[in-house]
Each structure stands twice: as C-alpha cells, then as structure tokens.
C-alpha cells in the first residue's frame, strides 16, 4: 500500500506542479503541494511499518500502517480537493475543512501505535 500511495503521489504532485501551475493561484497551490508531500512522507511510513513488521511481528505495527493510510486519504485528500475547489465546481462542500485536521490526528495516533509496538515488543525488551 505504501507503494500505491507513493507512486499516486508522483502522479499527483507532477500533475499538481504542471496541470495546475496556470490554473490555481500560489497559495491554493502551495495547499495542493503540501498535500502531496505529507502524502509521500507517510507513504514512506507505511513501508517502513511493512519493514518494521516483518521484525517485530505486532498488530501495532500493522494498525499504525492502516492509520497512516487513512491520514492520508483525510490530510492529503481534502488538501488536493480544497485547494482545487473552485475549478471542480465543490466550493459549498463545507465539510472538508474539518476533514484536514481529522486526518493529522490519524498520523499522529499512527505514529504514536507504531512507538508502541516498537517499544513494547519481546525482541526490543530482550
């Protein structure tokens, strides 16, 4: 999964870099790339947590990767949707505002399950 999401985020972010460049101001852009980069930063995490896991065997570890994933789909999600609401025509769907914030909170509660597997697992307490 971390794969998949990491090579969408190529693909978006090239298209966010050329396909909207002449159509969205600086700032909406600026929401759009942010988007794609805590994308690709938890892409990196959710590869990591399949490494981390094949190491340390915990269920922690795999929920921290579903977490990730999830943040992903709020953060980056409503990022890329609210910085090119007005050319899709979604300037009322008001609701994606608080999703932001919901998909941060789903990183750091990710970050958080993977400090726990890690730090309680059999092989590191040895």
Not at 28 to 38: A, D, K, M, P, S
Not at 59 to 74: E, P, Q, R, S
């Amino acid at each position: 999964m971390g794969a998949v999401t990491a090579l969408l985020a190529v693909v978006i972010g090239a298209f966010g870099a050329h396909g909207l460049k002449a159509l969205l101001p600086v700032a909406q852009l600026n929401t759009f790339e942010i988007g794609v980069r805590y994308q690709f930063y938890h892409s990196f995490a959710m590869l990591f947590a399949g490494i981390i896991y094949f190491h340390i065997p915990d269920k922690k570890i795999i929920t921290a990767g579903w977490f990730f994933l999830g943040g992903i789909v709020l953060f980056s999600g409503s990022l890329y949707l609210l910085a090119c609401r007005e050319i899709l025509g979604i300037s009322s769907w008001t609701f994606l505002g608080p999703l932001t914030p919901m998909g941060g909170v789903l990183f750091i509660i990710g970050w958080a399950m993977m400090i726990l597997g890690i730090g309680t697992s059999k092989i590191i307490n040895r």
